[in-house]
């Protein structure tokens, strides 16, 4: 198998750590526009995405189009579209390619990381991630891994193609495994992922698919380290949204 590749975050404390308030980057002026929607990013609720209409259901200052659930009033403690061109806000090792509204990570026969780091204790934190599958290595188990680990416990919702037999999400959980069987995973293709934990429920999703497993945890409150793993496939993400889901 080859060397993996990780996105490593560590919950951060504002919405500032991704640039919600200033979603164009700290260096664009007040009326960069970037999805020519009319709406300067400054004032826009959802920067990267054209919304004209600005429309926000739940009144959490995240656009319907941007958040991972507009109809609940859930903490967005994070988002990046990716729209700062520097990337001031990431570490890189290995040959990520930064693009306008994109990273994309190294061929899929090599390894490398892209790191941000703060800490945050959430009761139930959610990590959705929109990417595309740029290269499969189809003779291989190729897969794309999101993590969310904390001292209490490891979990992980995976999308795994197998060359000699069908492609699956798997949630791996309290030690426990849940499988449901995908369309063959392919390049070209984009998807969104959601991944949520809790003390009490850790549920995997894509689409209409959905795995949910119950972990043995006792904490009130977790602290976990969110990764996304990759092994045998090249991607581009597009979006990481990472929030604390409504109680």
């Known amino acids: 198998m080859a060397p993996r590749v990780a996105l490593v975050l560590v919950l951060g404390g504002c919405s500032q ?3 919600l308030d200033r979603p164009a980057g700290p260096d664009a002026p007040p009326d960069t526009d970037t999805d020519f929607d009319s709406w300067p990013d400054a004032k826009d609720n959802c920067a990267g995405i054209t919304n004209r209409g600005q429309e926000d259901d739940d009144k959490d200052g995240v656009g319907n189009v941007c958040d991972p659930r507009p109809g609940e009033f859930d903490l967005v403690v994070a988002q990046d579209l990716f729209l700062d061109a520097a990337g001031t806000a990431w570490t890189t090792l290995g040959t990520w390619t930064k693009k306008p509204g994109a990273w994309q990570s ?3 026969a090599d390894g490398g990381s892209l790191i941000y780091g703060t800490q945050l204790r959430l009761t139930k934190p959610a990590i959705q991630v929109g990417f595309t599958i740029d290269d499969i290595d189809a003779n291989a ?4 891994q999101i993590h969310l680990d904390d001292t209490v416990g490891v979990s992980d919702c995976t999308l795994r193609h197998e060359p000699n037999s069908g492609d699956t999400m798997l949630l791996h959980a309290a ?12 390049s070209g ?3 969104v992922t959601t991944f949520s934990r809790s003390i009490d429920v850790t549920k995997c999703s894509l689409g209409d698919l959905e795995s949910i497993q119950i972990p ?3 904490a009130d409150e977790l602290t976990p380290l969110v990764r996304i793993v990759l092994d045998d496939m090249q991607v581009t993400i597009h979006h990481v949204t990472i929030y ?3 109680l």
């Open 17 to 19: 750590i991704f640039g």
């Open 106 to 108: 190294p061929p899929s």
């Open 141 to 144: 188990q190729a897969e794309i």
């Open 175 to 186: 030690g426990m495994t849940g499988t449901n069987n995908l369309s063959a995973l392919g």
């Open 189 to 191: 293709t984009s998807y």
């Open 216 to 218: 043995n945890d006792t």
């Open 244 to 246: 604390q889901v409504k």
